[in-house]
């Protein structure tokens, strides 16, 4: 099919080749809403296929924590040992626009320069279905391209943790030190789903807060049930400074572990099936609730259906067949 | 319409004035998985209307912490206040059938005689998606059959959880006391959920420590974000003893406490509303994707792509547009 559309030939020729300006070019096409558009990325994605040999770490913490200069410390490192990194931020709260992507370059400034480096921002998009293909697929093409890590930074405050989580080899939380009861207002659901916390700026006058911070999650983390598909001591707790660039490369050794491990025992390939199963579920629902949405007359009538659901005067189930009558 | 059918509105009748066998009977109607049935059964709700006033309650515990003894106490002490009890197991996983009724009936033997109390057992049935909707109309029932108080008990062990939180205005996780690291396997998502943690079985030598482990639950409660909908204080943990029957009044008030304060605050009225948008989407997708493994053919394909997308031969996006592409 690319054969017959010769600059989506060329697109996933230098793509192929690595080319930094193609990725960008392609994932601008992907993020794209026209019709034409969505046809081309589709027939793209398709001729590229899959690339299952790069790593992919969700990572999240909510603002303040240190989330940029965690990854420019550690993208660096990993640029320097001769990986090819990407990074890719997903915020679907974000009405960032164009600049954003001066924004994610500003704070990631060395590592914006570096040439086995890939930094790009979240697009401004409301909808959290369509963040979700957007990222699944700009992953899909970083492969391609042949990077060795892909890093999808979080917010850590939404909906969005639980989503790239499905779509991650590994996933790690960044934490600041924290004192008292109340740690900085984690979110519950997402030390369900850490593999790893990182408790950051563990230098200074923090350093013996950090190293309590640590200590606390680590209590919370083996509170919780260890899940089976996990080797010995994880999920795990660990303290770094991504100023001093402390205790950077043990968070890469142990990730590092993890994912040898999950490969090793087979959970690396199973836990990748189930995600792409899951996420097929999730396109076939995605593009059913659009029919249902993008018709304005059937739009209004789901959405007064809702509301009589809402108010008790109709069950979820007859609402339910209502909708779906004339579909 | 009810009107329409004479033996429909005899049940009808029969249920809004409290008979228990006729809301037995109106129960088994819905299980059916027969079409004229399912008519019926929506019928029969439409017609039942809703009921905003009973409390429901959800109840998560794993096997062995003294769930069966619990409710019968608890069950009997609210009978005992006057209360009608209605108590619901959910176990999607459970392949039980007729025998399970003896079963339930005979671990909450006082209670399944007492005439202000109701006890159904889980059906057997193994989609979760159908397990929601008769748990769902169900609780309409009790509430059309004039019971104060709907208990929803869970095993504890799988995504019934998330679901029953979502049809309930209070949950409760009830604990055996634990030793040592980690803590009688409570699933990460639970403790996500649980407005109060009970810690039972506080009595003879257990007791100091049902101690120690509700001290260690108070605080992942705290260490946890607190929800912003919730009173100073919660979410909770308490130690009771359900068979010297201690600490069940305590539990009760504490139940009330919060579900008083949701109602003033304006919160049970909002999360009922949400609750009901969430299970209108939730009824849509069932049936949307009910379209798809119906027919035969239409149920293959779907499987042939998900097995592609699996396999990293189609992406789900272009696996989901296929799949509907005849639909």
């Known amino acids: 099919m690319v054969a017959k559309n010769p600059s989506l030939s060329d697109l996933a020729a230098d793509l192929r080749a690595g080319q930094r300006r193609a990725l960008a070019r392609a994932i601008t096409l992907i993020e794209s809403e026209r019709a034409d558009h969505r046809a081309q990325a589709q027939t793209l994605i398709a001729a590229l296929g899959t690339n299952k040999e790069a790593l992919r770490i969700g990572l999240s913490g909510t603002p303040g924590v240190g989330k940029s200069t965690f990854i420019e410390s550690f993208g660096l490192m990993l640029t320097q040992m001769g990986k090819r990194v990407a990074v890719l931020a997903v915020d679907p709260s ?4 164009g600049g954003s992507i001066l924004g994610d370059k500003t704070r990631m400034e060395q590592l914006s320069r570096d040439p086995n480096a890939f930094i790009r921002p979240s697009p401004s998009q409301a909808h959290l279905g369509g963040v979700a293909r957007r990222t699944r697929e700009t992953i899909a093409l970083c492969e391609a391209a042949g990077f060795d890590i892909v890093l999808i930074e979080t917010v850590g405050v939404g909906q969005s943790e639980t989503m790239v989580s499905q779509m991650v ?3 790690a939380l960044l ?3 924290a004192g008292g009861d109340e740690l900085q ?3 519950r659901g997402i030390m369900e789903i850490a593999d790893l916390v990182f408790v950051n700026k ?3 006058a923090l350093k013996s807060q950090a190293t309590r911070t640590c200590a606390d999650y680590a209590g919370a983390l083996r509170l ?4 089976t598909q ?4 994880f999920p795990k707790a660990m303290t770094m400074s991504a100023l001093e660039t402390l205790g950077l490369a043990a968070a890469w050794d142990t990730i590092f572990e993890l994912a040898a491990w999950r490969k090793d025992t087979g959970v690396w390939q199973s836990t990748r099936q189930t995600q792409a199963r899951h996420w097929f579920h999730e396109e076939v629902r995605q593009q059913l609730l659009q029919r249902l949405t ?3 007359a059937l739009h209004d009538k789901v959405t007064r259906l809702e509301n009589a659901v809402a108010n008790g005067d109709l069950s979820p189930s007859d609402a339910a067949s209502q909708a779906l009558a004339d579909v």
């Open 94 to 97: 974000s009405t960032r626009s």
């Open 185 to 187: 207002g984690v979110k």
């Open 224 to 227: 919780m049930r260890k899940r």
């Open 169 to 171: 080899d590994v996933f």
């Open 230 to 233: 996990d080797p010995d001591g």
């Open 202 to 204: 563990a230098d200074g």
């Open 175 to 177: 934490l600041a030190p």
């Open 294 to 296: 993008r018709d304005p």
